[in-house]
């Protein structure tokens, strides 16, 4: 079932012709070759938020999950969750909440996630601060990590409460990349085409 969503969104994200940006992440467990998620960016144009979904499974029932990008994409088959770097900051804030603007958060400061009573994360966010078109603020290229613990938004009074959120170590990551170069194209059959984009404008709308 999880395994057909992916596959369901992977393909119309592959089939769209239209001018958006798309990036995957597939997620493995820290310094394993283990995969448990896979995690969809999707930007339909330069002025759009980005759409975040995706899938994490393996982890303990009813868990919160710090959820962040980190600066550094892991290279040559790195696995080392560590050696993405600290969270993606390029104008120097400390850390904050997802909700948070763009003067009170890292641009990679996602916030927390939630396993549900199966360990499963079901991820579905939209976010105005990291970007796919904006190479200042692009994801693109770089490492989504999930975290041991709660990301406490800064406000938990630790030590590296304004740094990372106390989140604890990193417990799975993977690399962003971009699957799609903006484009426009009449190869498919229109009737796919068409039912695949109303499928996609349903997902995200
Ligand atoms: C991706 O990022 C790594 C380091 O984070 C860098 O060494 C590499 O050149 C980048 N690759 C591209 C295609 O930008
Ligand atoms: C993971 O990477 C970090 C930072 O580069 C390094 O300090 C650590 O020793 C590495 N861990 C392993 C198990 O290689
Ligand atoms: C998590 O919940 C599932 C279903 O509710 C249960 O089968 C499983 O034993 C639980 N796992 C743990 C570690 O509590
Ligand atoms: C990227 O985003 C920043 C912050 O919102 C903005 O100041 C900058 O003009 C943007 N760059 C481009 C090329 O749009
Ligand atoms: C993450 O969840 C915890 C509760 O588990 C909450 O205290 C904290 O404020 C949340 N952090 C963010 C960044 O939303
Ligand atoms: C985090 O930064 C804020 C603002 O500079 C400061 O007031 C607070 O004491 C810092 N928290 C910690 C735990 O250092
Ligand atoms: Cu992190
Ligand atoms: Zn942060």
Redesign the pocket.
């Known amino acids: 079932m999880k395994f057909l969503l992916v596959c369901i969104l992977i393909f119309s994200l592959v089939q769209i012709g239209h001018s958006a940006l798309t990036a995957t992440a597939n997620i493995h467990v820290d310094s394993t070759s283990v995969a448990i998620g896979t995690v969809l960016f999707h930007q339909r144009d330069a002025n759009s938020p980005v759409r975040v979904v995706g899938i994490i499974d393996g982890l303990k029932n009813n868990t919160v999950h710090g959820f962040h990008v980190h600066r550094?994409?892991l290279?040559n088959g790195e696995l080392n969750c560590t050696a993405a770097g600290p969270h993606f900051n390029p104008y120097s804030t400390l850390h904050g909440p997802r909700e948070a603007d763009l003067g009170h958060r890292h641009v990679g400061d996602l916030g927390n996630l939630t396993a549900n009573d199966n360990g499963i994360i079901i991820i579905e966010l939209t976010d105005s601060i990291i970007d796919l078109y904006n190479a200042t603020r692009s994801v693109a290229?770089r490492t989504i990590v999930l975290h041991a613990m709660r990301d406490d938004g800064g406000k938990g009074g630790f030590p590296d409460s304004n740094t990372t959120g106390d989140a604890g170590p990193r417990i799975a990551c993977g690399v962003i990349s971009l699957a799609m170069i903006e484009s426009d194209t009449n190869s498919q059959s229109p009737k796919i085409s068409t039912m695949v984009t109303d499928f996609f404008r349903k997902l995200f709308p």
């Open positions: 550094d994409a290279m290229n």
